[in-house]
């Protein structure tokens, strides 16, 4: 197995129980707590950029880093859910927390840059939020030139 695929699935694994230790275990632990969401959000991304930048520097092949990123891509939406959901948004219905799902379609609306407005994140993670949203630029550019790429790889062939 080559040492960038070992890398790739430990970075991936890290994500992966980061993302469920944060929604699923323990979201209360992030419940006012600024500084652990941040560096949380940190260790995921480190982990996530990491490996890419690893793959760009070696030249590994386009589908394995096409598929980590996906996989991270997922990880991390899960992960700021999470952290949305133990922290908490702000809301235009009845007060108190937020649901999971809640989280989970806030967490997705970031990452895309939609923004619909309907939930907020509190003033203290709003960095956070920016973060996702910078995120989710990056993976989907780097996603539009590994196709690219792909598609022109395959039309030089033949």
Same mark, same amino acid.
């Given at each position: 197995?080559?040492?960038?695929?070992?890398?790739?699935?430990?970075?991936?694994?890290?994500?992966?129980?980061?993302?469920?230790?944060?929604?699923?275990?323990?979201?209360?632990?992030?419940?006012?707590?600024?500084?652990?969401?941040?560096?949380?959000?940190? !260790? &995921?991304? +480190? *982990? $996530? @950029?990491?490996? /890419? %930048?690893?793959?760009?520097?070696? =030249?590994?092949? #386009?589908?394995?880093?096409?598929?980590?990123? !996906? &996989?991270? +891509? *997922? $990880? @991390?939406?899960? /992960? %700021?859910?999470?952290?949305?959901? =133990?922290?908490? #948004?702000?809301?235009?219905?009845?007060?108190?927390?937020?649901?999971? *799902?809640?989280?989970?379609?806030?967490?997705?609306?970031?990452?895309?840059?939609?923004?619909?407005?309907?939930?907020?994140?509190?003033?203290?993670?709003?960095?956070?939020?920016?973060?996702?949203?910078?995120?989710?630029?990056?993976?989907?550019?780097?996603?539009?030139?590994?196709?690219?790429?792909?598609?022109?790889?395959?039309?030089?062939?033949?």
């Amino acid at each position: 197995m080559l040492p960038d695929i070992r890398i790739t699935i430990l970075a991936l694994t890290t994500n992966v129980v980061l993302a469920a230790a944060v929604t699923v275990f323990a979201p209360q632990l992030f419940a006012h707590n600024p500084l652990l969401c941040m560096t949380v959000a940190m !260790i &995921g991304c +480190g *982990a $996530a @950029l990491g490996t /890419l %930048f690893r793959f760009a520097a070696n =030249g590994a092949l #386009l589908v394995i880093t096409f598929w980590t990123l !996906i &996989g991270h +891509g *997922a $990880a @991390l939406i899960v /992960l %700021f859910a999470g952290i949305y959901h =133990g922290f908490g #948004l702000l809301h235009p219905g009845p007060p108190g927390p937020v649901s999971i *799902a809640d989280s989970l379609y806030f967490s997705i609306v970031t990452w895309t840059t939609l923004g619909y407005g309907d939930f907020t994140p509190p003033a203290d993670i709003r960095l956070i939020a920016a973060l996702q949203a910078l995120l989710g630029y990056a993976f989907f550019g780097i996603i539009v030139g590994l196709g690219t790429d792909r598609l022109i790889s395959r039309t030089d062939r033949g």
